[in-house]
Structure formats: structure tokens, C-alpha cells
């Protein structure tokens, strides 16, 4: 019965089944949306009494366009590990179009907040990064023995954008700037700094060296044309070879009780490495008879690497072992961002004044999956997708 269900379900998202393996739809952008839209769903439709309580306590932090002043805008980076800045945090999560990723591994989280009217501007979050990640591996020649070491230098950004209406300012372009400052290499830092990695249990150097992140529905327009002081922040790392769990996530609940009534472990956690969920997916598959080809739902990503030091890739090939660190202190690049994207666009482009915050509340109360952000405002893909 549950063999039938998730083949129903995948053919009426659009893909076709030949061989075993999964062809996908056109691949536009909307029909990528859509075929996130069940997921997203069912994530909200299952936390809908947390979410009606947390807009009635916290919509108050959320602006309507005439509340903002581009001039004035003031970022402040808050941890999302402490109230309210969690809840704020999940919240503008799960109005997102893209399923909801807790993320794994080594992880920081950041509510944004524009301190000049104490409204949220986005959200920001990282992971340990994929052991596997073919389009990064592909740029780089490891030592011997030594990826594991200098990839776990590395951090994936999983959550990245602005609300409303500060996407239609070129918001999702402050967080990526912001991603990259000093003060948010400087939290990592002073959280895991001689800290133990669970799976090695090894002592990881206490600098990250570059960030790696995929674009929710292929090129993101955040990162095109990404610079500071004219010299590129973001590099192109090619597009994705198509895996990942997003499509089979509604049934992630029932697979993972099948796997307990067949007495297989699906427990999660750090301990279990940042793929538990593909893996745990896969041994379900095989226990219905369906093949892991099905994985490869064929949906190719463009993926972007973020280098943080100046000889990111002689470093990441052992050529040279002592990473010379960028410097991005953070003020400097909001008045970058201010003057090359936030002014001119406000001035050139007025809808921003028209956003309200009705706009992030029907996302969040609409099961569909309507009026979703676009692709420029907001990048979240979730950690097992490559």
C-alpha cells in the first residue's frame, strides 16, 4: 500500500518512472515549487497550533513597507539559540516554499534584525557540511586521507533570505554579505573552538575557510554579480547531479515506522553524520522492494562556493597549510551593500512600500504553497539535496 502511495505521489508531482529511475518534469522554476508544495504542507499543517500561537506573539516583528527607511537601515545579527530570536527563527522558516531543514552537524543560527525600527529582516543558518559533494570536489585535488579534515573546515549555508519587505530591497543580497563577515566567523569561533567533532572526534582548526551553498530552484539571482569592492565574493561552482530526499519528505513519518517495525535503528542525531535522513530514506526504500535510484529525482541545483580565505585553494589541495584570512568587518559591508544594491533599487523600484505583513502571514497560513518568495529573495536547500 505504501509502495503504491509514493509512486502515486511522485508520478502526480510530474515525473515519470522508466526503468526504475525517475525522470523529472520541465523543470521551471514554479514546477519546482509545486513540487516542494506538499512537503511544506505537511510540515505546517502538522505544527499549524505553534504557528497560529507564534504569529499572534510575534507578528509585531515583522514591518509593512512604510515602516522602512533604506537610509536607516541598521543589520544586527541575533543568535537564534536564545528567545525570541528561536521562535523567530522557525517562524519565518516555515513560511518558506522549500521544505524545512533543521539543519546538522556543526550549526549556527541568526535572525537578522534591523535595529533602527526593531523589525526582522531575514534569517541566516549553517551546517556541517556533506562529506560528498560532487560539484565542490570536482574544483579541488585533496591530499591523501585528508578531505574529511579540510572539508570539515568548510560550513554549508542551508537557510538564507529576507522578509518581506525587505526582499524587495535586495535583503537576500545583505544576508549573503553578512554570511561572510567577521563578526559571524568570529561566533564560530567562540563556539566550537577545541571543540570535539562527534563522528571523528577530532580537534578541527578553529577558523571556517569557505561556505558552500545550493540555490533552492537552480541559479539564484542573490548571488549573481555578488561583490565586494569589486572583487567577487561568490564563485560558480557548476549545477548539481540531481539527488536528494526533498521529493519523498511527506513520507519521511512512514518510512521511518516501517523501518521500526522491520526492528532497523532510525534513530537521528549528531552521532549518526549529516546524511542519517538519506540514509534512513534508502534502507525504507530497499524494504519496499523500490530501488535508491530513486533518489535522483534528476532536478539539477547550481551550487556556489563562498572562499573565505585568500589561498582557499592551495589550502584545500595541502600546498599551503596556513589559511590567509579574509577581512569583511561587517560595517563595511552593509555600507557596500547600501550604496551598490539597497539605494538605487529603492529608489529605482517602489513595491517595497506596498508590502505588508499580510503577505508573510498568508504564506504561513496557506497549505498550498501560494505566494511563496521568489527565487531572489530566499535560498534554503535542505542538507542531504546535491
Same mark, same amino acid.
Given at each position: 500500500?505504501?509502495?503504491?502511495?509514493?509512486?502515486?505521489?511522485?508520478?502526480?508531482?510530474?515525473?515519470?518512472?522508466?526503468? @526504475?529511475?525517475?525522470? %523529472? #518534469?520541465?523543470?521551471?522554476? &514554479?514546477?519546482? =515549487?509545486?513540487?516542494?508544495? $506538499?512537503?511544506?504542507?505537511?510540515?505546517?499543517?502538522?505544527?499549524?497550533?505553534?504557528?497560529?500561537?507564534?504569529?499572534?506573539?510575534?507578528?509585531?516583528?515583522?514591518?509593512?513597507?512604510?515602516?522602512?527607511?533604506?537610509?536607516?537601515?541598521?543589520?544586527?545579527?541575533?543568535?537564534?539559540?536564545?528567545?525570541?530570536?528561536?521562535?523567530?527563527?522557525?517562524?519565518?522558516?516555515?513560511?518558506?516554499?522549500?521544505?524545512?531543514?533543521?539543519?546538522?552537524?556543526?550549526?549556527?543560527?541568526?535572525?537578522?534584525?534591523?535595529?533602527?525600527?526593531?523589525?526582522?529582516?531575514?534569517?541566516? @543558518?549553517?551546517?556541517? %557540511? #556533506?562529506?560528498?559533494?560532487? &560539484?565542490?570536489? =570536482?574544483?579541488?585535488?585533496? $591530499?591523501?586521507?585528508?578531505?574529511?579534515?579540510?572539508?570539515?573546515?568548510?560550513?554549508?549555508?542551508?537557510?538564507?533570505?529576507?522578509?518581506?519587505?525587505?526582499?524587495?530591497?535586495?535583503?537576500?543580497?545583505?544576508?549573503?554579505?553578512?554570511?561572510?563577515?567577521?563578526?559571524?566567523?568570529?561566533?564560530?569561533?567562540?563556539?566550537?573552538?577545541?571543540?570535539?567533532?562527534?563522528?571523528?572526534?577530532?580537534?578541527?582548526?578553529?577558523?571556517?575557510?569557505?561556505?558552500?551553498?545550493?540555490?533552492?530552484?537552480?541559479?539564484?539571482?542573490?548571488?549573481?554579480?555578488?561583490?565586494?569592492?569589486?572583487?567577487?565574493?561568490?564563485?560558480?561552482?557548476?549545477?548539481?547531479?540531481?539527488?536528494?530526499?526533498?521529493?519523498?519528505?511527506?513520507?519521511?513519518?512512514?518510512?521511518?515506522?516501517?523501518?521500526?517495525?522491520?526492528?532497523?535503528?532510525?534513530?537521528?542525531?549528531?552521532?549518526?553524520?549529516?546524511?542519517?535522513?538519506?540514509?534512513?530514506?534508502?534502507?525504507?526504500?530497499?524494504?519496499?522492494?523500490?530501488?535508491?535510484?530513486?533518489?535522483?529525482?534528476?532536478?539539477?541545483?547550481?551550487?556556489?562556493?563562498?572562499?573565505?580565505?585568500?589561498?582557499?585553494?592551495?589550502?584545500?589541495?595541502?600546498?599551503?597549510?596556513?589559511?590567509?584570512?579574509?577581512?569583511?568587518?561587517?560595517?563595511?559591508?552593509?555600507?557596500?551593500?547600501?550604496?551598490?544594491?539597497?539605494?538605487?533599487?529603492?529608489?529605482?523600484?517602489?513595491?517595497?512600500?506596498?508590502?505588508?505583513?499580510?503577505?508573510?502571514?498568508?504564506?504561513?497560513?496557506?497549505?498550498?504553497?501560494?505566494?511563496?518568495?521568489?527565487?531572489?529573495?530566499?535560498?534554503?536547500?535542505?542538507?542531504?539535496?546535491?
Amino acid at each position: 500500500m505504501l509502495t503504491e502511495q509514493i509512486l502515486t505521489s511522485l508520478l502526480q508531482l510530474g515525473f515519470q518512472i522508466e526503468n @526504475g529511475r525517475l525522470v %523529472p #518534469p520541465v523543470t521551471e522554476k &514554479a514546477i519546482i =515549487r509545486a513540487m516542494h508544495a $506538499p512537503a511544506t504542507a505537511w510540515e505546517r499543517s502538522r505544527q499549524r497550533a505553534w504557528i497560529t500561537w507564534a504569529w499572534q506573539t510575534y507578528s509585531r516583528w515583522f514591518a509593512n513597507g512604510t515602516d522602512v527607511i533604506p537610509e536607516r537601515i541598521t543589520p544586527v545579527l541575533c543568535d537564534a539559540r536564545y528567545p525570541p530570536f528561536r521562535d523567530l527563527f522557525r517562524l519565518v522558516r516555515l513560511s518558506w516554499s522549500v521544505p524545512f531543514s533543521r539543519g546538522c552537524g556543526r550549526r549556527m543560527r541568526f535572525v537578522v534584525i534591523d535595529a533602527a525600527i526593531e523589525k526582522v529582516i531575514g534569517i541566516l @543558518g549553517f551546517q556541517s %557540511p #556533506p562529506l560528498s559533494f560532487p &560539484a565542490r570536489d =570536482r574544483r579541488w585535488n585533496y $591530499p591523501p586521507e585528508k578531505k574529511p579534515l579540510l572539508v570539515n573546515q568548510t560550513l554549508d549555508i542551508h537557510t538564507l533570505g529576507a522578509v518581506p519587505p525587505y526582499d524587495r530591497l535586495l535583503g537576500g543580497k545583505l544576508l549573503a554579505y553578512l554570511a561572510v563577515s567577521n563578526e559571524v566567523r568570529a561566533q564560530y569561533r567562540q563556539r566550537y573552538h577545541q571543540q570535539r567533532t562527534i563522528v571523528a572526534n577530532r580537534v578541527l582548526p578553529p577558523d571556517v575557510v569557505a561556505y558552500t551553498t545550493v540555490g533552492a530552484f537552480g541559479k539564484s539571482s542573490m548571488y549573481e554579480r555578488l561583490t565586494y569592492r569589486n572583487v567577487p565574493l561568490v564563485i560558480s561552482l557548476g549545477v548539481t547531479e540531481g539527488y536528494g530526499v526533498f521529493h519523498l519528505t511527506p513520507w519521511y513519518r512512514s518510512l521511518r515506522m516501517l523501518l521500526r517495525e522491520h526492528g532497523i535503528d532510525d534513530q537521528t542525531g549528531l552521532q549518526h553524520g549529516p546524511r542519517r535522513k538519506w540514509q534512513l530514506i534508502t534502507m525504507a526504500l530497499h524494504s519496499l522492494g523500490l530501488p535508491s535510484s530513486l533518489l535522483r529525482h534528476g532536478i539539477r541545483r547550481h551550487a556556489y562556493l563562498f572562499p573565505l580565505i585568500h589561498n582557499l585553494d592551495e589550502y584545500m589541495e595541502g600546498r599551503n597549510d596556513i589559511p590567509i584570512v579574509r577581512d569583511y568587518p561587517l560595517v563595511d559591508l552593509v555600507a557596500w551593500w547600501k550604496e551598490r544594491w539597497l539605494l538605487p533599487r529603492a529608489q529605482r523600484i517602489l513595491d517595497w512600500k506596498e508590502a505588508t505583513i499580510d503577505i508573510l502571514r498568508s504564506r504561513l497560513f496557506d497549505d498550498t504553497g501560494n505566494g511563496s518568495p521568489p527565487d531572489r529573495d530566499h535560498a534554503v536547500v535542505e542538507g542531504a539535496t546535491r
